[in-house]
């Protein structure tokens, strides 16, 4: 299963653009990226998810170089209300690496005004 | 979300006393998992069960029992509690392995206090 390793913690302030990276690097061909959200008192929520190269939805946006070793969460604009612990997790699914997905410690994000 | 739920929300016990924690979802999702979160720790896999009457360990399954009668039905029980399972216990579930999706829906947590 591949490890990941991430910044502790990061600071920021509302209205910047935040970039958390995360090192997989022994990373499978057949794991997927993905990373979550968790805030005080709340179970982890799903933000996004990729394979390679760039993904963007309406929360985020994810970016895979080609060798995959390492993904950057991408938050535009920050909020008060994005104050959380971000949690990168790599996994398959054929594998069944996916079955044990580990969280690890996350980075507690805190964006100030 | 609110087809994932666990009770009790929060749960005081005593050491060596059996406790269970229930969890249950209304999305028939073929996989369930049992996480515990401890500061320093971040999430760590307790238990996991790919379908009805299939679980298998994670990382830190000693002291925990589960069992999977029924898909939407995944408790876990502590059969004699120590103070270091005192944690915040979380119940995640996802699809199955037709889909390439891999995101994990969670419950809101059993907050479990052992004295």
């Known amino acids: 299963l591949a490890k990941t390793t991430q910044p502790i913690s990061m600071d920021s302030y509302e209205g910047q653009e935040v970039n958390i990276t995360c090192s997989h690097n022994n990373i499978a061909t057949n794991d997927y990226i993905t990373w979550y959200q968790q805030f005080p008192s709340q179970g982890p929520r799903f933000i996004i998810q990729g394979y390679k190269t760039k993904v963007t939805n309406e929360v985020a946006s994810l970016f895979i170089p080609a060798d995959r070793k390492s993904s950057t969460l991408s938050l535009p604009r920050v909020s008060l209300s994005d104050t959380a612990v971000y949690y990168c997790l790599v996994g398959g699914i054929l594998t069944g690496g996916g079955n044990k997905l580990t969280f690890g410690t996350g980075t507690q994000l805190k964006v100030e005004l | 979300d609110a087809g994932i739920t666990q009770s009790p929300r929060y749960k005081i016990t005593e050491t060596g006393r059996q406790v269970t924690l229930m969890c249950h979802q209304t999305w028939s999702h073929s996989y369930m998992f049992w996480y515990r979160q401890d500061l320093g720790h971040g999430l760590r896999l307790i238990y996991y069960?790919?379908?009805?009457?299939?679980?298998d360990k994670g990382e830190v399954p000693d002291g925990y029992v589960v069992s999977r009668s029924k898909t939407e039905n995944f408790p876990l029980t502590l059969e004699s509690a120590t103070r270091s399972q005192t944690s915040v216990y979380f119940c995640a579930s996802r699809p199955g392995l037709i889909t390439t999706n891999e995101k994990l829906f969670f419950g809101s947590g059993t907050q479990l206090s052992v004295l």
């Open positions: 069960s790919a379908a009805a009457d299939i679980t």
